[in-house]
């Protein structure tokens, strides 16, 4: 496996962002794309010269370019987001933000659920810059997204914006899902093609976070796409003897030593959560070893995609098809793997210890960051509950800059309530930035949203819009405190000062709209 600081990372679904300046352990010894496409033009993304979708509401200097992947099985075009050219990204910044930290040296903790307490995130330096290596669990693309997903992603956007905003550059990774049992369930439930539900189901996803002023990150991987290198890492563990072939091919949990640490459960627990999420399975003779062992290929089945293999036609498990993604686009080592706090147990545990037996390099992840689960109605968020809070119904009720600033409310690792009345408030609050920001434009035009306005990056900043500032950063430094933040852009808004109040909403909402 090529580290991604020895090679240029494939450039599928690859969009730039802009560029502002104790565990367990085993022993081991330890491809790319056309980028041609086409620019989004003012009325939506078109590829093929037809529309993608409706544009979303970034600053005008980020071009985004889509490329033709060919066809799917009933004939139709499939496109996809490639990427924005250095130019582009390095121009951005002064537009998305309007001025870089005065202090670029990084000094951000996250909460790292490994160790159990905060943990100091250092960036490594890569062709002498530095870079954050970010991997983020992304979609499985089978049905419409809700409040609960915007909340994970709209807090990794907070950490890939104020970390850039440093002058360290971000390399952010979020995978998508597509083979997997709920969208061929929900694909032979409908009559459609599972490849053309993927399609549409992940366009809808981009266009709702769009709205949200969400930036697609820098790569998006499909698992369809990504057999080549996931078989290759499984292949590796049998030929290591991480692995077993039964009715499946399974990874031997017996042998890393820490599987559980990181989830900080006992073996009893481990047991007990498998079961209740009906991923038990089968134990004894011709099937899996041990309770705990996971499949790493399984065998075919009817009516499902399948790809050959040295161990029969099958397709990946779960668990490794994010190891092999996130190594192939970010090295062997990351800094930071961030997903839903539901994901520590089973996948990221699983996730972490293959991933240390297939390199031989302690630790996978220099930080295990880990979102709360949102409810609503009292209990969890989910399709399965149907108790949903979809992200357009959301928008029916306020403006994208207040759903920003209403998620950025929450501490990341706490569960959270979802209701109207604080969805309420946070528009009241987005409405006095808005006040704002519009006087101080005033002659100018109308208001535009938060982030599209300039300061000038280190000049021009007054000693109390520096002060807000620099308060701002600290307190999202430490453990990405967006409370504490909101907290600062109250007193920002208190003072009357346009610049600060520029600058936060920046980074707490992105591109979101005030209107």
Not at 230 to 238: E, F, Y
Not at 329 to 340: A, F, N, S, V
Request: charged content about 25%.
């Amino acid at each position: 496996m090529r580290s991604a600081a020895r090679t240029r990372p494939p450039s599928r679904w690859r969009r730039s962002a802009p560029a502002w300046s104790p565990s367990g352990s085993c022993s081991s010894s330890s491809g790319d794309t056309s980028t041609s496409g086409r620019r989004r033009s003012s009325p939506g993304w078109t590829c093929c010269g037809r529309s993608i979708g409706p544009p979303l509401p970034t600053a005008t200097s980020v071009a985004t370019t889509w490329a033709c992947r060919g066809r799917t099985s009933t004939g139709s075009r499939r496109c996809a987001p490639t990427r924005q050219s250095s130019r582009a990204r390095s121009t951005s910044h002064v537009a998305v933000l309007g001025a870089r930290v005065p202090d670029t040296s990084l000094a951000l903790r996250v909460h790292d659920t490994l160790a159990g307490r905060k943990v100091r995130v250092e960036p490594r330096e890569e062709r002498g810059r530095k870079l954050l290596r970010l991997y983020v669990c992304g979609i499985t693309p089978y049905d419409s997204g809700h409040i609960g997903h915007a909340f994970t992603f709209c807090v990794y956007d907070v950490l890939v914006r104020f970390v850039e905003a440093s002058g360290v550059r971000v390399r952010y990774v979020q995978n998508v899902t597509d083979v997997d049992d709920p969208l061929f369930e929900r694909a032979r439930r409908d009559g459609v093609d599972w490849r053309e539900l993927a399609e549409s189901e992940v366009a809808v996803h981009i266009r709702d976070m769009g709205s949200l002023g969400w930036r697609v990150p820098d790569f998006m991987p499909r698992v369809s796409g990504e057999i080549t290198p996931i078989l290759r890492a499984a292949t590796k563990l049998h030929s290591n003897g991480y692995a077993y072939k039964t009715d499946a091919l399974y990874f031997d949990a017996s042998r890393y030593r820490g599987y559980g640490n990181l989830s900080h459960r006992t073996r009893r627990s481990m047991i007990r959560k498998l079961r209740e999420e009906g991923l038990l399975g089968t134990v004894g003779p011709g099937a899996k070893q041990d309770a705990l062992d996971f499949p790493l290929w399984r065998s075919s089945r009817p009516e499902e995609p399948a790809w050959p293999s040295r161990f029969g036609e099958g397709r990946p498990g779960w668990h490794i098809e994010c190891s092999a993604m996130a190594m192939r686009y970010l090295g062997e080592q990351i800094d930071i793997h961030g997903g839903g706090r539901d994901l520590a147990f089973s996948h990221h545990e699983s996730e972490r210890a293959q991933s240390e037996c297939l390199t031989g390099k302690v630790p996978f992840a220099r930080a295990w960051m880990h979102t709360g689960l949102v409810r609503y109605e009292g209990k969890k968020m989910s399709k399965s509950l149907g108790n949903l809070v979809l992200i357009p119904q959301a928008l029916e009720r306020a403006p994208a800059a207040a759903v920003r600033l209403y998620l950025a409310s929450h501490r990341y690792g706490r569960d959270w309530e979802f209701r109207w009345s604080g969805l309420a408030q946070a528009a009241r609050l987005a409405e006095r930035v808005r006040i704002l920001l519009a006087g101080e434009r005033a002659g100018v035009g109308t208001a535009q949203p938060a982030a599209t306005g300039r300061v000038g990056p280190n000049k021009g900043m007054a000693a109390g819009t520096r002060r807000l500032v620099d308060q701002f950063n600290r307190v999202l430094a430490d453990d990405l405190d967006t409370p504490g933040a909101l907290r600062v852009l109250r007193t920002a808004l208190r003072e009357g000062d346009a610049p600060a109040v520029r600058w936060m909403m920046g980074i707490l909402a992105g591109t979101a709209s005030l209107t």
